[in-house]
Every structure is written in C-alpha cells, then in structure tokens.
C-alpha cells in the first residue's frame, strides 16, 4: 500500500463548476499537507499549505485536513480552463524537510 | 530572481553513456533535491542535500550520483545510461528552515531519452 493515495484521473468537469480533489494516506504522523499545481511540461509550484487539521481558504482554492480519516481535500469554486492542470498532494512529518508525494490527478476545465 | 536553473531541458542519450544534469537556485536555500517524474506515478525523490558538502540517498538512486560544493549548485550525474532512466527530472530547493517555509521551488525540468 501507498503512503499516499490520488486518484489519477482525469476528471473533466465543465466551466464554473465546484472542483474536489482529494488524497488519502496511512502515516498518522504527518502534520504538514500542500497542494502543488503542475501545468504541462512545466515543474510542479505549491499552490497551499496547511498545518494538521482544518480549513484554509485562498481566493478561489479552499485546502482541508480531516486527521481523523487521514483524508485531505483541495476545493477550487468557479473553476476556469486556466485550472485545467495536474494537482499533486503532498505530506510531511516533524523529523525532516522532505515531501511524501501522491501520483497526480490530472484536472480538465472545459470552456 | 531566477529561482531554480536547470539545464538542458532535454536530452537524448545512447544507452551506456553519461552525462551531467545541471541545477543552480539563487535563494540561498539549504536544502536541494533531485526527483524523477514518470507518467502515473508521480514524483520519486533520487538525492537530496541539507547543505553544502552534504548528500543522501533517495527512494531511486540507484545510476546517479551527485555533489554539493556550493550552496548553489547541485548536479546530478548519470553514469552508464540505460532506457529505464528514461524519465523528466526536477530539481528543487526549499529554506529548510522553519516549518511556515515548507514549499519547495521546482526548476522546468530535463527530458531525458535514453535509446
């Protein structure tokens, strides 16, 4: 079994409609949770971050941590072809620097 | 700022060649790191580095080496390519240092072919 789950994809949904992402993991220990965006042949960039359980908002995107279920998710409202991308979860502990990554799900915005 | 450098973007190797993947960052961060990306399966860390003269091994490392003599730069050697190194390759960095600072800066990538 993976530390880190995501469905691959693609998921297509249509212009302006509510996107969910979402990862699950097995490590109880990890605290630190990122959302990175990765446009075609282009590197991944970090999109959100959030530290153990809750919400965090930013404009359109909207990270959320559940620990309880190891379960987080990555909501973006009134979603644009500019979307279209591939959204990688990643994760982390408290002993080191270094990212637990998912495989990608890649995201289709049709206009 | 130019962030995270990395060349060539691509590359196509025959098997059993070398070749050195370039990376340079100019944020003065710690921590650099060398990833492998292949379709559907997401990011697979080679080496990292904590500073300079210091590295360690990956998930993969297996086929590559590296060095850090500088804060800067950080290339990744292959030696001897075979197909199965045939991949994209990120370079990234990250301040290492305080947890708010978490997000990693990637470089464009390196297609490498090997045939």
């Known amino acids: 079994q993976k530390e880190v789950e995501q469905d691959p994809g693609p998921l297509s949904v249509p212009e302006g409609a509510i996107v969910s992402l979402n990862c699950t993991y097995s490590?109880?220990?990890?605290?630190?949770f990122m959302w990175y965006r990765q446009y075609s042949r282009k590197g991944p960039e970090l999109l959100m971050y959030t530290y153990s359980s809750g919400n965090k908002e930013d404009g359109r995107f909207t990270a959320q941590v559940d620990k309880s279920s190891k379960y987080i998710s990555l909501f973006i409202r009134d979603s644009q072809p500019s979307d279209s991308a591939t959204y990688l979860c990643?994760?982390?502990?408290?002993?080191?620097?270094?990212?637990?990554w998912g495989a990608g799900t890649k995201l289709i915005i049709k206009p | 700022n130019a962030g995270v450098t990395q060349t060539p973007k691509f590359r196509i190797l025959k098997i059993g060649q070398s070749m050195t993947l370039q990376c340079a960052q100019d944020m003065n961060h710690n921590y650099m790191y060398w990833y492998r990306q292949d379709p559907g399966m997401g990011l697979k860390l080679i080496y990292y580095s904590v500073g300079a003269g210091i590295t360690d091994k990956g998930e993969v490392p297996n086929g590559y080496n590296v060095s850090r003599s500088t804060t800067e730069d950080f290339p990744l050697r292959l030696e001897l390519a075979a197909p199965s190194q045939t991949s994209v390759y990120f370079c990234?960095?990250?301040?290492?240092?305080?947890?708010?600072?978490?997000?990693?800066?990637f470089g464009s990538g390196t297609r490498l072919t090997v045939v």
């Open positions: 990234a960095s990250s301040p290492g240092q305080g947890w708010e600072d978490y997000g990693y800066t």
């Open positions: 990643a994760m982390s502990g408290d002993s080191n620097y270094q990212l637990i």
């Open positions: 490590n109880s220990a990890f605290q630190y």
